[in-house]
């Protein structure tokens, strides 16, 4: 099997991108994030990084996952200014806005998870300014108060203290092949990964 080394922003972003290598049955990858001898968790680290790790594509998988935010109002320019040119081996794709838009894009499991009705959730979730702010105001709304708790952030936080746990909990739920269907961005990085053969 090849190896293959991800590199993500945070905790939320490998829990979505280990969901996507299970349901296509690729190996796993080795995680880069927060590994003293990488640069990782970091947007700007990351893209300060990138090359580094294009050079070492020549040779094993790299996956580099980053959200676009408000960096670009189109991702195909962006990724060309941030990587002119990939190596073979080098899988780099952007989340529009933020990795919670490719969460949305399956709306039925977002919906049966926190427990509201499906026409809550946002039916392009690649056109809203904050994914994240979006998903937090669903969460808002269920009527699971375990999952608000967990979730929903304090004064003074960004985010509850549970909240990639919960994310984790959700992808239980959540299917690639559905939401690529909302979210050209998630189809565009299920077709690279499709690229890197399972034996």
């Not at 961005?185 to 690279?192: D, E, G, P, Q």
Request: glycine share 4%; hydrophobic share 40%.
């Amino acid at each position: 099997m090849p190896d293959i080394n991800l590199v993500v922003e945070g905790k939320a972003d490998e829990y979505v991108m280990l969901a996507l290598f299970r349901h296509f049955n690729l190996p796993s990858p080795l995680i880069r994030t927060n590994r003293p001898y990488q640069v990782g968790g970091k947007k700007d680290d990351i893209i300060a990084t990138l090359q580094k790790w294009n050079e070492a594509a020549k040779w094993d998988y790299w996956v580099v996952i980053i959200d676009m935010d408000n960096a670009s109002d189109c991702v195909a320019e962006y990724k060309k200014l941030l990587l002119p040119n990939s190596s073979e081996k080098m899988i780099f794709r952007i989340a529009i806005r933020k990795i919670e838009s490719w969460i949305l894009a399956d709306a039925e499991a977002v919906a049966f998870y926190l427990g509201i009705k499906q026409t809550l959730v946002p039916t392009n979730p690649e056109t809203l300014p904050d994914p994240k702010a979006s998903l937090m105001s669903l969460v808002y709304k269920s009527k699971r108060k375990d999952i608000k708790e967990d979730m929903l952030p304090k004064v003074g936080l960004k985010q509850g203290a549970r909240y990639t746990e919960r994310i984790k909990d959700l992808l239980q739920y959540w299917r690639p092949e559905i939401a690529q269907q909302s979210s050209e961005s998630l189809m565009r990085c299920i077709r690279a990964l499709s690229t890197i053969p399972k034996t």
